[in-house]
């Protein structure tokens, strides 16, 4: 199986927090784990206006995982713009769009990617 990773996944998953038994599961027994640069850009912006603080950098974390960064690639950003509105956050539209494009499972515990029809576990 081969993942994407929400950023609160991410975070969770970083201070070992909060995941449900499933996602810990699919985290521990994937066989790629993605995270989206454009959750790098998410953290950093949220940390910026003292929305979250005390998380480590994203490369740190994924580095520490053994994750890999997806970058944000023109195909993605295509597919991003040719999403039905379902949901408006420009983050997540970037990773519903990345997990479509690449074939990947999304994990999250945000109820908006459902409308999207891909494959997802819940966090």
Do not use: C, N
Not at 32 to 58: N, P, Q, Y
């Amino acid at each position: 199986m081969r993942l994407l990773l929400d950023t609160h996944v991410l975070i969770w998953w970083d201070v070992g927090a909060r995941l449900s038994p499933a996602a810990m599961r699919a985290i521990r027994g994937a066989d790629d784990v993605f995270v989206s640069s454009a959750s790098a850009w998410e953290i950093a912006i949220k940390a910026a206006l003292g929305k979250i603080s005390g998380v480590r950098t994203v490369a740190a974390a994924v580095e520490a995982s053994a994750f890999t960064e997806l970058p944000v690639l023109f195909r993605h950003a295509v597919a991003a713009g040719q999403l039905p509105a379902h949901h408006r956050d420009p983050f997540d539209r970037m990773l519903i769009a990345q997990a479509q494009v690449e074939g990947l499972t999304l994990v999250s515990r945000d109820d908006a990617f459902a409308p999207y029809g891909l494959p997802l576990i819940r966090a």
